[in-house]
């Protein structure tokens, strides 16, 4: 079983930036794939970024040159670094890992982009 853990949203103006971390506890860090998904009121959850365990990078094509997915396997931690945010990117972000065909989600971080 894995637990993840979520922090760094918050309340960021358009333009700003934001990271959020992502603590993992249980088995072997170093052997999970990690990534970040949204989910916005009333749409279903997508895609943000992913990161393998030999830290190759996927992206979502809208978040492409402004986000960056990092881990740190001395750490247990998976980071989102955020920039040039935009107000329709206000959801709920979502640490997930993953090792074969098992799935774990983390509760959530809020971030809401508004002047």
């Known amino acids: 079983q894995v637990q993840l853990v979520e922090s760094g949203g918050g309340l960021v103006q358009p333009g700003g930036s934001l990271r959020l971390s992502c603590v993992a506890s249980g088995g072997i860090f170093s052997f999970y794939n990690m990534g970040w998904y949204r989910q916005a009121p009333g749409q279903q959850r997508g895609l943000v970024a992913r990161i393998t365990p030999g830290s190759a990078t996927e992206y979502a094509d809208s978040v492409k040159g402004r986000f960056t997915i990092s881990r740190d396997n001395t750490k247990n931690t998976v980071y989102l670094q955020m920039n040039s945010l935009k107000s329709e990117e206000t959801a709920v972000y979502y640490c997930?890992?993953?090792?074969?065909?098992?799935?774990?989600w983390g509760l959530g971080t809020q971030v809401t982009v508004s002047s």
């Open positions: 997930w890992c993953g090792l074969g065909s098992r799935s774990f």
